[in-house]
């Protein structure tokens, strides 16, 4: 009877830790938030090798073929006149969520970052990069590595669509 009262003890303790975790129990954060932080710290870095020789950037817009770019790329304007960076183009893709390896506006917008043109590249949302966190953080390590950054609108200043 004894032993039988220990399992059940045991299986008590367990249901309870799973339906009441203790305040001690680790929250692990979704990635959109980690490759949010890890965008943050790269912005962070790219901007200090800007120096006194200003910010430079190119906006970039997904969109459809059934939606004007314009509205967010007036968005992005006036975000990069409100930063005092310099808009040196921009660049946009019609054919909705594809890979960002195939979009010929987003490898635009890389190669004016390569090429050494604009230090970042900014778009109203994360989604017009890609939605899929593998895509995103594979662009993320892109821009890094050629110390360039990726901003995007406050949430407040996104355009209706």
Not at 7 to 26: A, F, G, V, Y
Not at 45 to 59: L, N
Not at 67 to 75: F, G, K, N, V
């Amino acid at each position: 009877m004894e032993g039988n009262a220990l399992l059940t003890d045991t299986l008590t303790d367990e249901c309870d830790s799973w339906m009441h975790p203790l305040s001690t129990t680790r929250t692990v954060a979704p990635k959109t938030n980690w490759l949010a932080a890890r965008r943050r710290t790269i912005f962070e870095s790219a901007i200090k090798t800007c120096g006194t020789r200003g910010v430079k950037v190119v906006a970039y817009e997904l969109t459809t073929i059934y939606e004007s770019p314009e509205p967010a790329l007036d968005a992005i304007r006036a975000y990069v006149h409100e930063q005092e960076w310099t808009l040196v183009d921009t660049c946009t893709d019609r054919e909705g969520m594809t890979a960002p390896a195939i979009r010929r506006g987003w490898l635009e917008a890389r190669r004016l970052v390569a090429g050494g043109f604009v230090t970042g590249i900014v778009t109203v949302s994360r989604s017009a990069i890609s939605t899929a966190d593998k895509e995103y953080e594979n662009e993320l390590a892109w821009l890094e590595t050629h110390r360039a950054f990726l901003a995007h609108l406050p949430q407040l200043r996104t355009p209706s669509r």
